[in-house]
């Protein structure tokens, strides 16, 4: 399969599936043995617990849009860049609603075989979704108030 096919498998995931919560589209571009990259163990995430993330997901961010901003590929493996935004309206990690917008950036890093997604990973800048909901905030030091005196 080709490089430039193996990144419109990943960009449909996100914008055919996550950014619409149509998760019956699944079997068609990832594997029923996917596995998740920073598990340690090396479990399959599958199908179904692949589903379960994305409708949990869209749960929280009802409204969530993912703009693929970036792409590169070599051999089976594509890197995305991603922002994502959506209104936080469901409990997220123990957070109840705030009703605020958040915006996410994350880079995915996805290995695809014979046009599916066997193994999906990344890493997304939690932290300004956190400060954007005020769900943590930065406390200045005494030093810090020292100086803008």
């Known amino acids: 399969m080709s490089i430039e096919r193996n990144k419109l ?4 995931l996100l914008e055919e599936i996550v950014n619409t919560g149509n998760v019956e589209l ?9 596995r998740e990259s920073n598990d340690p163990t090396g479990r399959a995430v599958g199908l179904e617990n692949m589903r379960a993330h994305v409708l949990g997901v869209r749960t929280t961010f009802p409204d ?8 590169i590929a ?10 994502a935004r959506g209104t936080h309206s469901g409990t997220w990690m123990d957070m109840r609603p705030t009703g605020l917008p958040v915006e996410i ?19 997304a800048n939690m932290l300004e979704a956190l400060l954007g909901i005020g769900a943590v905030r930065i ?5 810090d108030d020292d100086a803008r005196e």
């Open 9 to 12: 498998v990943v960009r449909r």
């Open 26 to 34: 699944l079997p068609e571009l990832v594997g029923a043995d996917c």
């Open 64 to 71: 969530l849009h993912i703009t693929v901003e970036q792409q």
């Open 74 to 83: 070599e051999g089976e493996w594509v890197a995305t860049r991603i922002t």
């Open 105 to 123: 950036t994350g880079v995915n890093l996805d290995r695809v075989v014979d046009g599916r997604i066997v193994e999906h990973g990344g890493a």
């Open 139 to 143: 406390v200045s030091t005494a030093e």
